[in-house]
């Protein structure tokens, strides 16, 4: 709890907007707190003269801030003003910034007809351009580095064709696409361009040794000072140092695309340029928040100029392959490629690089061979090309091919430092180790970035070629060297140790988190729990691998050591927020929301109010289906940060099931509607504009078409999805789910089968599979299905669950006691694994009723309405078993609870009037058939029901006439029999 608030302390209070108000008492404060006045993000100092001190973390308020979180509360705007009017207002000089929070494939790829030759034709055409550029005044000083400008020959057969004619996108071309797509992107403009200031403002370039290897992104504000001919000269400097192959070049080449986007932002080439720098440079970068600000920052300036041009595709590329989404980029560089493969595209020459890259990872040596080859042919004399595509033939035993590779390369650059490596590798192969040898020692003696496999394969050998040569001091300096590039290498490590080296173990903790971060992104989660599992032994004070090896333990569907690995983070740093939000989440996916909402006060009690805990939240209260809730906390966090894709769709979900589950009998109760439905649209759209590589987001918008334009419009935008992300299972789940919702089962179990056959292990895809057989009635092959989905995690009871219930609804006729004895089982077990699991107390209450253990089923029911008060079926399932005890008086109490939750039942009321009329209440009986009447006139149960109160009451009559009408309304009813002679009985007497 929090101290105690003394009431006579003045506080100041400095808003988001940097004005100072006060001073206010303690209680005014707290109230502001309750009431949504303020939001917890506000600084606060005590009157007259202490220090500002975050509100969330001021422990007199704790209290109010938990109660605004467990209450929360819309702002009253009228109250705003109020205090506004009764305060003294201190505008600061600079108010200050919030921050942010941070398949196989052998197709052979199609040619690019005549592309090399407007290559030639482009970087020719530049340099003449470039030649006129007006020279500097005199003591002016140079705007950008000065590298000399490649002259015509070879060293310019460089990347680009004639921009004026083809490439650059005219003003004009722009105006007409935007027109087309201006309904969906155009509102988003804004949006947009603050976000990418807000990316900026975290951004900070400085020189490469300090911070070394950075991404640097355009800096937006800057003042434009260059002609365009001097943009031309950067654009060709950067191209020449792209074209010589070495990291350091490319990263060099940021400098002069940065410049120039900001002195021609809308130059899509430049932009693009930037994007596919950025993508070679992304493997040897810290690979940070702010290196991957910088990708979506570019990204976002290509979609706002064109958000359908094949740059903006090329960048939005880029960004999925740094965001660990390589499927979905692949189809997006796919796309790009089969549908340009007729026009001139400047780019095209990375995106073959890209796609061999991809498929190299997977291991298709084959196929990326053929796109390495299209690479280096679009893009003649490229360095880095020629050295992946030299590699390729290496791994695949092509030492001739290599060979001649690697000697291509000198030939161009006699230096080049991974050509040296590879050619010292290929003599080792061929000739013999003397000249191996010379190539590794003047490969060494360069400084110089090279992949990391390729280099340490490199140092190895070179290693053993020394220890073989007996000279071990250089072998061991050799060995130094390489552990500072791979702390963590096994084999180098051990001739380290051998040569009486020390394992020193100098940043393995960090090169282990990086590399499962490697793993993570690849969707390897399973190599990437156990490389962050390794860092956290080295360092137990590092919060962070434990973090990531719960994330990574949770993909694989290992929920309760995911648990055990949240927990050792937060004890790490009992601080850190993320941890607690991630606890919360894992929890209320196991439907235990008390203690996700426990976790997320310990949470703030620990570090304060702030987006993680709210965002959570917000999650918590959705996954309660408390979708109002769920939108107040979102909407909460999303003033804290506006830019959160994740929260945008959650937001745009609750609306969208608000909107469709929501009457519409008033003028009221339509508005309403609308405003749910137009917050839908808001939230999506900005969600798919900010991530559109993001599934989520893109399956959340199609949500709101369906909403907004029905079945079809969503339907074939699902289809869209697929076929621009063909390798991007989540749209596919999307759209097997949506042909649930549509009842469209046997399309949805031909969708989920097509994924469990690529994907045996996807859980979503079996539970969808089972699902959808159940509901064609192929009940033994739901059971597999459900079966397979508990096998990959015993600690998730859903699959249980969900294949006892099938055993309780289907027992079928023979050994139907042996089925509801077998279900029971599985609902014990599911109980014992997860107490908080919906309903199974209910289920376990069913099973005792079927099997006459009436007491038990009562106790169970119990339990069941302590958790779940608001739900109507505890006292459904109590009223029939006191109804089987011929308890008629408990019966038609539990009876008029369950319709209270239920009252649209006619059938409860009929059954209710049943245990009314035993208990000899006719008169309450009565009453609760004439309400059944008015719901549904022509259910027929309702005049039996009445004519077994007509006869007890002695009017035979009315009896004999309800009990012929029910008859005539159910003709073929299963008791007309017994009813026929009831007539009979009646009229004869």
Not at 394 to 416: F, H, M, S, V
Request: net charge neutral; hydrophobic share 35%.
């Amino acid at each position: 709890m929090g101290k105690r608030v003394n009431f006579n302390d003045q506080w100041r209070i400095k808003m988001e907007n940097g004005q100072i108000k006060g001073p206010f008492p303690s209680e005014s404060i707290s109230k502001m707190i309750v009431e949504g006045i303020l939001s917890g993000q506000e600084e606060v100092a005590q009157h007259p003269s202490a220090e500002w001190r975050p509100l969330s973390k001021v422990h007199e308020f704790y209290e109010a801030l938990l109660e605004s979180l467990e209450n929360p509360t819309e702002r009253d705007e009228k109250k705003a003003l109020k205090m506004d009017a009764e305060t003294q207002i201190q505008a600061q000089s600079t108010p200050k910034k919030a921050p942010l929070k941070e398949e196989a494939d052998d197709v052979e790829p199609k040619p690019i007809p005549e592309f090399k030759d407007d290559i030639k034709q482009f970087v020719q055409d530049e340099i003449k351009k470039a030649s006129n550029a007006p020279a500097l005044v005199p003591g002016q000083t140079p705007r950008s580095p000065q590298l000399p400008v490649a002259a015509p020959g070879a060293e310019t057969d460089a990347l680009l064709k004639a921009r004026d004619e083809q490439l650059t996108i005219e003003m004009q071309q722009l105006k007409t696409i935007q027109a087309r797509e201006s309904k969906k992107f155009i509102p988003f403009v804004a949006i947009i361009l603050a976000v990418i200031v807000g990316f900026y403002f975290l951004l900070s370039a400085g020189d490469k040794k300090s911070n070394g290897w950075v991404l640097i992104a355009p800096n937006r504000g800057a003042e434009k000072k260059l002609t365009e001919n001097e943009v031309r000269i950067l654009k060709t400097r950067a191209i020449t140092l792209i074209k010589s192959g070495t990291l350091e070049n490319t990263r060099d080449s940021q400098k002069f695309l940065a410049q120039a986007s900001e002195n021609a932002p809308n130059d899509l080439e430049v932009l693009g340029l930037l994007c596919v720098a950025y993508e070679q440079l992304w493997p040897y970068t810290k690979q940070n928040s702010n290196d991957l600000k910088a990708i979506t920052m570019v990204t976002q300036m290509s979609r706002t100029i064109n958000p359908i041009s094949n740059y903006s595709d090329t960048c939005q590329s880029v960004y999925l392959l740094a965001k660990g989404q390589p499927r979905d980029a692949r189809g997006l560089i796919e796309k790009t490629l089969d549908q340009q493969a007729g026009e001139r595209f400047i780019l095209f020459p990375f995106l073959y690089l890209m796609k061999g890259q991809i498929l190299e990872e997977m291991q298709n040596h084959i196929s990326a061979e053929a796109y390495y080859v299209e690479a280096v042919k679009s893009f003649p004399g490229w360095a880095w090309a020629e050295f992946a595509l030299a590699r390729s033939y290496y791994k695949q035993g092509k030492i001739n091919e290599a060979k001649d590779a690697y000697t291509n390369i000198l030939r161009d650059y006699p230096e080049y430092k991974g050509a040296l490596y590879g050619m010292g590798l290929v003599e080792l192969k061929t000739s013999g180790t003397d000249k191996a040898l010379s190539y590794f020692t003047r490969a060494y003696a360069i400084d110089g970035k090279l992949p990391k496999s390729f280099h340490m394969d490199a140092l190895q050998e070179y290693m053993q070629l020394l220890i073989s040569k007996k000279d071990s001091s250089k072998a061991l300096d050799v060995g130094q060297f390489a552990l500072t590039i791979s702390p963590s290498h096994r084999a180098i490590k051990e001739l380290v140790m051998s040569l009486g080296g020390e394992d020193r173990g100098n940043n393995q903790s960090a090169e282990l988190v990086f590399l499962g971060d490697q793993f993570a992104r690849s969707g390897d989660h399973l190599a990437a729990q156990a490389q962050y599992k390794a860092a956290f032994e080295f360092d137990k004070s590092n919060a962070e691998p434990a973090l990531k090896a719960a994330k990574s333990l949770w993909a694989i569907n290992q929920s309760r050591e995911a648990l055990t690995w949240v927990d050792r983070a937060i004890k790490a740093d009992p601080k850190l927020s993320q941890a607690y939000a991630q606890k919360a989440d894992y929890l209320s996916q196991k439907y235990a929301f008390g203690e996700a909402s426990k976790t997320l006060q310990d949470a703030m009690r620990a570090g304060g109010l702030n987006f993680d805990v709210v965002k959570t939240q917000a999650l918590v209260e959705y996954r309660k289906n408390s979708m109002n809730t769920a939108i107040t906390y979102g909407e909460k966090a999303i003033k804290m940060y506006d830019a959160d894709t994740e929260l945008l769709s959650l937001i745009a979900n609750a609306n969208i099931n608000l909107f469709l589950n929501s009457p519409s009998r008033t003028k009221e109760e339509e508005n309403r509607k609308a405003k749910y439905l137009e917050d839908a649209q808001k939230y999506s759209s900005k969600a798919v504009d900010l991530e559109p590589g993001k599934p989520e987001a893109q399956i959340t918008y199609s949500k709101y078409l369906y909403a907004k334009q029905g079945n079809i419009a969503a339907e074939t935008n699902f289809k869209k999805l697929i076929e621009t992300f063909p390798y991007t299972i989540d749209y596919r789940l999307g759209l097997a789910d949506f042909y649930e919702l549509q009842e469209k089962y046997r399309s949805a179990s031909e969708i989920y089968a097509q994924i469990v056959e690529t994907d045996p292990k996807n859980k979503k895809a079996l539970m969808g599979l089972a699902h959808s057989n159940q509901f064609m009635n192929e009940i033994k092959i739901a059971q597999k299905y459900y079966m397979d989905a508990a096998v990959l995690d015993p600690s998730d009871v859903e699959p249980l669950f969900a294949t006892a219930q099938l055993e309780l609804e289907n027992p079928g006729s023979k050994d139907a006691s042996a089925v509801i004895q077998s279900a029971y089982k599985k609902f014990e077990m599911v109980k014992r694994v997860n107490p908080s699991y919906p309903r199974i107390s209910y289920f376990l209450a069913r099973c005792h009723f079927e099997m006459g253990e009436f007491d038990k089923a009562l106790e169970m029911i119990k339990d069941e309405k302590t958790k779940n008060p608001g739900i109507a079926d505890p006292y459904l399932l109590a009223a029939t078993v006191y109804n089987a005890k011929e308890q008629y008086k408990e019966c038609a109490a539990e009876y008029s609870q369950g319709i209270r939750l239920r009252p649209t039942s006619a059938d409860l009321y009929v059954k209710a009037a049943n245990c009314y009329r035993k208990s000899d209440a006719f008169d309450i009986a009565a009453d609760m058939l004439d309400i059944a009447r008015q719901k549904e006139s022509g259910f027929a149960p309702i005049y039996k029901e009445k004519a077994y109160i007509m006869e007890a009451q002695g009017d035979r009559k009315s009896a004999r006439e309800l009990f012929q009408l029910y008859i005539e309304l159910s003709p073929n009813a299963l008791d007309r029999k017994q009813i026929e002679d009831k007539i009979s009985s009646l009229r004869g007497n």
